[in-house]
Nanobody, 117 residues
């Protein structure tokens, strides 16, 4: 079965950095686009960043220049490097992939990121 397991969340001060990791199993990782979403309390889940199977990234406007998504196909892992974190980045961050549009996407369990002084 498909599994996405995130790690790397935590509490960080404003201006700090975190790197999230998502290890994927059950799919041919290298052939699939991967993404990171986040959901803050009382808000809808929103897309943060996507990376194509070929490694091309796309970012939500509020994180451009601060966040970087990358992938290591040898490790079946996608990363989200988050720099210059701000309180409004506080959310649960989810790893995502959708190998086929014939079924719903797969999600990880989420990892909490809290930015606070």
């Amino acid at each position: 079965q498909v599994q996405l397991v995130e790690s790397g969340g935590g509490l960080v001060q404003p201006g700090g950095s975190l790197r999230l990791s998502c290890v994927v199993s059950g799919i041919i990782f290298s052939k699939n686009a991967m993404g990171w979403y986040r959901q803050a309390p009382g808000k809808q889940r929103e897309l943060v960043a996507l990376i194509s199977s070929g490694g091309s990234p796309n970012y939500e406007d509020s994180v451009k220049g601060r966040f970087s998504i990358s992938r290591d196909n040898a490790k079946d892992t996608v990363y989200l490097q988050m720099n210059s974190l701000q309180p409004e980045d506080t959310a649960v961050y989810y790893c995502w992939t959708r190998p086929t549009y014939l079924r719903p996407p797969y999600w990880g369990q989420g990892t909490q990121v809290t930015v606070s002084s």
